[in-house]
Nanobody, 124 residues
Framework: QVQLVQSGGGLVPAGGSLRLSCAAS????????MAWFRQAPGKEREFVAT????????RYADSVRDRFTISRDNALNTLYLQMNSLKPDDTGVYYC?????????????????WGQGTQVTVSS
């Protein structure tokens, strides 16, 4: 069982930046493919970004590419999401997720463990 505890988030004006963190309660963090998802008010949860086990590969949703960066520190068992040039459409609850599968995927059904979610609000 892996517990994911998120931190970061909050209220930021459009054009601002935020960094989300996700700390995993496992010493085998490097064996998990990780991802970020988000859910806007009244909408379904959607894929944001995913990162390989080693951290050398990442994939992004078109809506966040070139503005968001996913990264991980396997020594600290922590996943990050750096969000720059934030827009009001980025508002939502952000979730980190982990899967023991070896491949990066944007399918949320493949992720076995989820963080508690953290609110990001971007004001216009």
């Amino acid at each position: 069982q892996v517990q994911l505890v998120q931190s970061g988030g909050g209220l930021v004006p459009a054009g601002g930046s935020l960094r989300l963190s996700c700390a995993a309660s496992t010493h085998t963090f490097s064996s998990y493919t990780m991802a970020w998802f988000r859910q806007a008010p009244g909408k379904e949860r959607e894929f944001v970004a995913t990162i390989s086990r080693t951290g050398d590969s990442g994939r992004y949703a078109d809506s966040v590419r070139d503005r968001f960066t996913i990264s991980r520190d396997n020594a600290l068992n922590t996943l990050y999401l750096q969000m720059n040039s934030l827009k009001p459409d980025d508002t939502g609850v952000y979730y980190c997720a982990a899967t023991g599968g070896p491949f990066m995927t944007d399918g949320q059904n493949f992720y076995e463990y989820w963080g508690q979610g953290t609110q990001v609000t971007v004001s216009s």
